[in-house]
């Protein structure tokens, strides 16, 4: 039996997301509101206010895929959403694999991150099926340890 692990957000990272994730996610409606009432009514007014619209919903999708903590118990892989408390749980037997993620571009930002932080900035562990977990190393407590745990539990299991 493998011993529980578990990984959670940062309180740094709590406390800008409880901060920066309302003006991010409503920001852009609110500017779009507020083009279509005070600026002069036309096409390219409409269409920057869609365009703000569809930004808002952009980054509150992505906003909202984010986990306030993810724990693997060597059966049950659960972890809460950090906006929508949605508890997402899943068993060893449905991981499909885990995904390193790392930089998709190579240029001198990502080499001065890379040697910073390192290059692996986290994982996804993929499910058969629902949605994937991402563990991100800075965001979260103990990251490496869980994915390692999880991959030492899948080798075990012959996956």
């Given at each position: 039996m493998t011993e529980r692990i578990r990984s959670d957000q940062r309180l740094a990272v709590t406390i800008a997301a409880l901060i920066f994730g309302p003006l991010f996610m409503l920001g852009p409606v609110a500017g779009g509101i507020c083009i279509?009432?005070?600026a002069r009514l036309s096409v390219e007014t409409v269409l920057f206010a869609i365009g703000l619209c569809c930004l808002s919903a952009f980054l509150t999708y992505h906003m909202t895929q984010n986990y306030q903590w993810v724990e693997f118990d060597g059966i049950h892989i659960r972890g809460r959403r950090f906006w929508t408390r949605r508890l997402v749980e899943n068993t060893?037997?449905?991981?499909?694999?885990?995904?390193?993620?790392?930089?998709?571009?190579?240029?001198?930002?990502?080499?001065?991150?890379?040697?910073?932080?390192?290059?692996?900035?986290?994982?996804?562990?993929?499910?058969r099926h629902g949605p994937s977990i991402a563990v991100i190393r800075l965001d979260m407590k103990n990251a490496e340890q869980l994915a390692a745990t999880v991959e030492r539990a899948l080798q075990q299991r012959g996956t």
């Open positions: 279509l009432v005070l060893l037997a449905d991981v499909q694999e885990i995904r390193v993620l790392g930089a998709l571009a190579r240029n001198k930002v990502t080499s001065v991150t890379d040697a910073i932080i390192g290059p692996v900035r986290g994982w996804e562990i993929c499910f």
